[in-house]
């Protein structure tokens, strides 16, 4: 059984809850999921709704007529519009159309004639899980929530799953217990007034990308006011990250439009050759009201610092344990100058760029533009023109991709060309992983291409989908970090509504070799100033990464000592040692590692009190 560690406090920022259906025997298993501090929503007949734990501004509830909705997370909807909305609800799947209708980043839960529905964000930041417990189905919006009650541990073979550099769609959505089931961020669940038949039924679909630029512009524009304006129309002060960047430049100009305090925070990094204090110091000049605080480069922490000592407790295995330290760590700082919310410009990458796989089906549709195009792509990338022209005309289907992965997982790393142009970057496992763990991945693999079918049919929104989706696992995981710290995050970008105005442009408009960010550009003329639009680039960060994996290697070395995924048989910890000790060995520098780190960090968190059970396989 998974233990709660007595530092798991709930900050602002950790909504988190079970959800339960009206009826005696629901109201028996949600005793189940009492904990020292969880609250409760009642169901109008008394019994419980919502278990979890949250704070007020955090949530809100109308219950009207036999109708009950709530939302948990971040949206500026006021009461009486929500208790109006619920008046009119007439079936559940109404809800879907109410979710679209609203800014911000919610989880949204109703209950209607003794049905109850469940959805999260289509972005995947705000995630459903459920599961059968006592002849009750119960849905909850983190799955070690409902393992902790079933008692379960982990599955080995999503376990070896998770080892995959990288996980492909749709393996990285999996539950990690097999008696746990996830729901795409997609759908919605529906749990019947029995209590126990459920199914999922689909919210969300991307948008068509054939909104011209000028068109879109002014909708992303708005999309982003309402996004930001979300975190700070309640005034006090607010803090954001300013690398001086396109994506944070932007969020903090639009952060001083508004009625909070703004405290800006720029982390230079260590390579000479980093000229984020200088675009950010650019951007200070038209922000007089606006504190800065630009923290020693020298003082932050490294990729791979304390990689032993974490304890949070996460429902998978997140990569982001690599920089959860950096992440973390001026955060204390911000909220000593009174910061009561950090927003950070992540996602930006994902939604105001997008993938040149979009190029695979404009060449078809406009070959003259598109091989102008691609000449660009070329010399910006590096592709040879040989490896281009394969990777535009392979023209397998999704499923078919996948299933050619599941057989070349020892093969070298996939060149960036056949990434960038195809459906994604194809997966690999590496010398210090066990044939075991390769038996399993690719048994998944397989499994998965028999039915698979793509987030999109065009290979470019797909990409787009993926990275999205990819982006969201990491980042709901830091949030819950950053929570426990005092000082919650949002990430303003990855709201569904500013998800879809970016990705409805043309995407001849949206990825191009020729301009950086064209969206974002385009999008902020008029509120960040020109000279702030016109970078064209953005710090790596490549030093302090390298410097992390020679500083850091006696813990590297320690973490494989009494390896858990050794013990399981999916690592040679030995060679992960040898690898410890030399690392400036090939491939390290390529973050091939930090799959195999995640899942051994994640299940040393799970054991961490308590004396290990091995996983059921």
Excluded at 160 to 179: I, K, Q
Aim: hydrophobic share 45%; proline share 7%.
């Amino acid at each position: 059984m998974t233990e709660l560690h007595e530092s798991a406090g709930t900050g602002p920022g950790d909504a988190h809850f079970a959800v339960f259906t009206d009826r005696a025997d629901a109201a028996a298993v949600a005793r189940s999921f009492a904990r020292p501090g969880s609250r409760t929503l009642a169901h109008p007949s008394g019994r419980p709704w919502l278990v979890g734990h949250w704070h007020d501004d955090e949530v809100l509830v109308a219950h009207a007529g036999g109708a009950s909705v709530a939302l948990v997370g971040c949206c500026p909807v006021d009461v009486g519009e929500l208790l109006r909305r619920t008046a009119r609800l007439r079936d559940l799947a109404e809800l879907g159309t109410l979710a679209r209708s609203l800014p911000g980043s919610f989880h949204l839960v109703g209950a209607l004639d003794g049905r109850v529905r469940v959805q999260g964000t289509a972005s995947g930041l705000r995630l459903v899980f459920h599961a059968e417990i006592d002849g009750v189905r119960v849905a909850a919006s983190r799955a070690d929530t409902l393992a902790t009650v079933l008692n379960l541990e982990p599955d080995v073979a999503e376990l070896a799953v998770r080892l995959l550099w990288p996980a492909p769609y749709p393996l990285f959505e999996t539950s990690m217990w097999r008696d746990i089931t996830a729901v795409a961020p997609h759908d919605a669940m529906l749990v019947a007034a029995d209590g126990r038949t459920v199914r999922h039924t689909r919210w969300w679909t991307p948008p068509e990308p054939d909104r011209p630029l000028a068109e879109a512009a002014p909708l992303i524009r708005e999309a982003l006011e309402e996004a930001v304006g979300a975190r700070t129309r309640q005034g006090g002060v607010v803090s954001c990250d300013l690398s001086g960047g396109l994506d944070s430049t932007s969020v903090c100009f639009l952060a001083d439009r508004s009625a909070a305090h703004v405290v800006a925070s720029t982390w230079p990094g260590r390579d000479p050759a980093d000229t984020d204090l200088h675009w950010a110091e650019r951007a200070i000049g038209h922000l007089p009201d606006v504190e800065h605080v630009v923290w020693d480069p020298d003082a932050s922490p490294l990729v791979y610092e304390d990689l032993l000592g974490i304890d949070d407790l996460l429902d998978e295995p997140t990569i982001g344990v690599m920089d959860r330290s950096r992440v973390l760590h001026h955060l204390p700082g911000l909220a000593a100058r009174g910061s009561r919310l950090h927003l950070t410009g992540i996602g930006g990458d994902h939604v105001a760029w997008c993938s040149e796989a979009y190029y695979h089906r404009l060449l078809r549709t406009r070959p003259l533009f598109a091989l102008r195009q691609m000449r660009g792509f070329r010399a910006l990338w590096q592709w040879p023109l040989g490896g281009t022209v394969r990777a535009l005309a392979d023209s397998r289907p999704y499923g078919k991709w996948l299933a050619d992965t599941a057989r070349r997982l020892r093969d070298p790393s996939p060149t960036t060309v056949a990434t960038g142009l195809g459906w994604g970057m194809a997966p690999r496992l590496f010398d210090w992983m066990t044939p075991e763990a390769e038996r399993l991945a690719r048994r998944a693999l397989l499994g998965a291409a028999a039915t698979a079918s793509p987030l999109h049919p065009d290979r470019g929104m797909h990409s787009d989908l993926e990275q999205i989706r990819s982006c969201t696992r990491i980042i709901r995981q830091w949030d819950r970090m950053a929570a426990r710290t005092g000082l919650p995050m949002a990430s303003p970008f990855l709201d569904d509504r500013v998800i879809e105005a970016c990705l409805a442009v043309r995407p001849s408009e949206r990825v191009s070799p020729w301009r950086y960010k064209p969206v974002l550009s385009t999008a902020m003329r008029g509120i960040v100033p020109e000279e702030c639009l016109r970078r064209s680039n953005k710090a790596t960060a490549s030093m302090d990464a390298a410097n992390g994996l020679r500083e850091h290697r006696a813990d590297l070395v320690a973490l494989w000592e009494g390896s858990r995924l050794a013990e399981l048989g999916l690592v040679d910890a030995a060679e992960l040692r040898r690898l410890a000790v030399r690392p400036a060995s090939r491939g390290l520098s390529d973050a091939i590692l930090y799959s195999t780190i995640a899942a051994e960090v994640w299940l040393r968190g799970l054991t961490r009190g308590r004396t290990p059970a091995v996983p059921r396989s």
